[in-house]
């Protein structure tokens, strides 16, 4: 039986906002981290507030708060985030999931596709999401990192989602006869020199050759554009998602590959360029 820590839920809350507080973060974040801990509702939270934790929980918050002061997203201190309603797990090797790529998935509602193509999948988020909302398509996932792949693997057994992985750089090995109905990609695109802009946690803790590209962050939309052609379909959709002042470039790559399928530039959530779709 867990040992009492003699604090209650508020006391202990109290001291994490204070202590979160004297090393320049928000101290209002304290209750939301144990809640993300303890996979609590709000309700939940205001239900316990006044009983007393244990000490096995105290112990195991504050090594999350003295993580969490050094930059560490909390993502990859629990191991998981969500996506699409759904848990992922997440490490050092795959990329935090952002609300913006949700974008991807709500861009191919109205699509029939039997093949599914997500490149540089990660945790594995486009790719799994893409298999359970259309359970008798054929997904590949492809990315370039083997610790990644093991991640998106586990993702997918934990899903139940039926899906092929494979390590390759963009296309390299793909089979060369598979066509696919829909191409989805959250490539690297950042470019260097936007480096001193990022948060401290992007820099110290997430992968970067899952974050940075060369030719100012448009060198993996080059390739994907190159060897694209001779793995879509006819009549086939590809989706990236880009930075949001790169939509005019990426756009022009894809539109000199593909001038006979509209290409264009659309908007996430914030009203901000966030993909291109060639169709």
Do not use: C
């Amino acid at each position: 039986m867990d040992k009492q820590s003699n604090l209650t839920l508020v006391e202990a809350l109290n001291r994490a906002s204070l202590f979160l507080k004297e090393n320049d973060h928000a101290a209002g974040d304290a209750q939301n981290y144990w809640m993300h801990y303890k996979d609590w509702s709000l309700t939940d939270l205001v239900t316990y507030l006044h009983q007393p934790i244990t000490m096995e929980d105290w112990t195991a918050f504050e090594t999350i708060l003295e993580r969490i002061v050094n930059d560490e997203p909390i993502q990859y201190v629990l191991g998981y985030a969500d996506f699409y309603e759904r848990r992922f797990k997440v490490n050092k090797d795959t990329l935090i999931p952002r609300e913006e790529t949700a974008g991807i998935i709500d861009l191919t509602k109205d699509l029939s596709a039997k093949r599914i193509l997500d490149i540089g999948t990660g945790s594995g988020i486009i790719g799994i999401t893409m298999a359970l909302e259309n359970p008798e398509a054929m997904v590949m996932m492809s990315d370039i990192s083997e610790g990644a792949l093991e991640i998106a693997g586990e993702n997918a057994i934990h899903h139940g989602a039926t899906v092929s992985l494979v390590m390759s750089d963009v296309f390299d090995n793909i089979p060369a006869t598979l066509k696919f109905d829909l191409i989805l990609s959250n490539p690297p695109y950042i470019s260097q020199d936007e480096l001193d802009v990022m948060d401290e946690s992007v820099k110290k803790f997430e992968p970067k050759s899952a974050l940075f590209a060369e030719k100012n962050g448009l060198a993996i939309y080059e390739k994907i554009a190159q060897q694209a052609p001779d793995y879509l379909t006819d009549d086939g959709t590809l989706i990236v998602e880009i930075g949001y002042r790169q939509g005019g470039a990426v756009k022009e790559i894809f539109s000199n590959t593909f001038p006979k399928k509209v290409v264009e530039v659309l908007k996430d959530f914030n009203g901000l360029d966030r993909y291109v779709r060639v169709r």
